[in-house]
């Protein structure tokens, strides 16, 4: 089923100028980029988005991480978006992520690993109502 998904550009690629090559891979695997923006998290901001990982011993550094530069949150859709997104990201720690992924390609560690994706349509749906007015999708 056709489907979307919230993909987050995260500030180690905006920051090494890679948003068009990463929106280049989501293009090329026949994802279509329907909603786009640029934005400086605020501490509260990236701490609500990743509030499901507050208990966890990275949750502080990833809040400083997110906040650190700009990131580009984008509504991806296509055929099984959730999961082809996922495909494309590769592994969350780029040692263990596929040759032709992003975070193969370009990410610096299992913090600065370039992009998000959701990882279920569930939290897709609630991931992008968490960025994006329905007026800001144009699909
Ligand atoms: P993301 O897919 O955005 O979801 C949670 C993020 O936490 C993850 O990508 C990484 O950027 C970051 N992170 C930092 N350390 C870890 C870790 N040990 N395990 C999982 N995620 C981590």
Redesign the pocket.
């Known amino acids: 089923a056709v489907e979307r998904t919230l993909s ?1 550009i ?1 500030p180690d690629a905006t920051r090494r100028n890679l948003t068009g090559k990463i929106n280049a891979k989501f293009e090329e695997a026949g994802l279509r980029i329907v909603g786009q923006k640029r934005l400086q998290l605020s501490e509260a901001q990236a701490g609500a988005f ?1 509030a499901v ?1 507050k208990e ?1 011993p ?1 949750y502080k ?2 809040v400083s ?1 997110m906040i650190s530069g700009p990131v580009v949150v984008q509504v991806l859709e296509g055929e099984n978006a959730v999961a082809k997104n996922r495909e494309i990201m590769g592994a ?2 780029p040692a263990n992520a596929a040759p032709g992924t992003i975070r193969k390609e370009f990410a610096e560690s ?4 370039s992009v ?2 959701s ?1 279920s349509a569930e939290n897709a749906a609630t991931e992008i109502a968490f960025f994006f007015a329905g007026t800001e999708i144009v699909g």
Not at 110 to 113: G, H, K, R, V
């Open positions: 987050i995260k990743y990982h966890r990275f550094d990833l991480f969350t720690n299992i913090e600065a690993n998000h994706g990882d």
